[in-house]
């Protein structure tokens, strides 16, 4: 990971809101990110505590000196390609705004379904018991424990560092959720169980060069790149599920359908994929016979 980088001099006191937004726009450009319009306006707005809408209301007001230093620093990680998440410090998720940072992935939209997914599952059962096998940030499951009142949910991770993160999020959140250090590759805690989900690390090594810098450089290799890990979850995951309990797995885009097929390979029933939001076979899920 590289070392933060130290701030220039180009955003000076005084300089209006609507100049800083163009010439931070105008450094991320040349640093390569994409989205550098709209992450320009989202660190300026962090700095300020506004919102997008509310930097063009107040466009002409003049940074002070404290505001455009923070800007500056902000900026520098973003242009060194830090993932804008980990410069906020926070990102939204479902209904959640999640404290997240190097020690964890950055929640993804295509995670979002995978929490769809699981609340289809569980859709009927007052009480269900569900296991995040590698929480992380705890996203899915605080967000189960959100939006399913009455789940009891189970949350472990090898990480110490991600277990520290969300806990912190579960504090932030104001929900209750087990959280337990414990490796997938040991084998899953008893159950049963009536929902086990995991976002296994599924990126081949072979295939980390070709990622862009946020991912390649700075989120935790450990949750990102692991062979073996999603068949180990899914024969796991049918000695602790209970019978007809339901299993859903994130995988990379396009594979689903090849893990689908793992899925009937080892008994589970009512197998189905679904896509992330650019069509690309993202999710596979089934359920233990009854």
């Given amino acids: 990971m590289s070392a933060e980088p130290r701030p220039s001099n180009s955003l000076l006191q005084g300089t209006t809101v609507r100049d800083a937004v163009a010439g931070a726009r105008a450094r991320l450009e040349e640093a390569g990110v994409e989205t550098a319009a709209v992450d320009a306006a989202l660190l300026l707005a962090h700095v300020l505590g506004t919102t997008r809408s509310g930097l ?43 404290t997240v940072d190097a020690r964890v992935l950055v929640p993804r939209p295509e995670t979002e379904i995978v929490v769809e997914r699981c609340l289809v599952r569980l859709a009927g059962t007052g009480a269900p018991r569900v296991l995040d096998v590698g929480t992380g940030s705890g996203a899915i499951a605080l967000a189960i424990a959100d939006e399913h009142p009455g789940a009891r949910v189970t949350a472990i991770d090898a990480s110490a560092g991600a277990l520290e993160v969300a806990r912190a999020n579960t504090a932030r959140a104001g929900l209750t959720i087990d959280l337990r250090r ?37 989120e935790p290799r450990g949750a990102l790149v692991g062979e073996g890990a999603t068949e180990r979850v899914a024969s796991d995951a049918c000695a602790v599920l209970r019978p007809g309990g339901a299993l859903v797995l994130e995988t990379a885009g396009g594979r689903a359908e090849e893990v689908a097929g793992l899925l009937r390979d080892l008994g589970y029933a009512d197998v189905q994929t679904t896509d992330d939001l650019v069509g690309r076979s993202r999710i596979a899920e089934g359920v233990t016979p009854k």
């Fill in 56 to 98: 063009h209301a107040d466009s002409r007001r003049e940074l002070t000196e404290s505001e455009a230093a923070e800007l500056e620093r902000r900026l520098a990680r973003r242009a060194a390609r830090e993932p804008l998440a980990y410069v906020l410090g926070e990102w939204g998720f479902r209904r959640l705004t999640l």
């Fill in 182 to 218: 414990h490796d997938l590759y040991a084998g899953l805690p008893d159950g049963p169980w009536d929902l086990v989900v995991c976002n296994p690390p599924y990126v081949r090594e072979d295939e980390i060069s070709g990622l862009e810098p946020e991912v390649r450089d700075w």
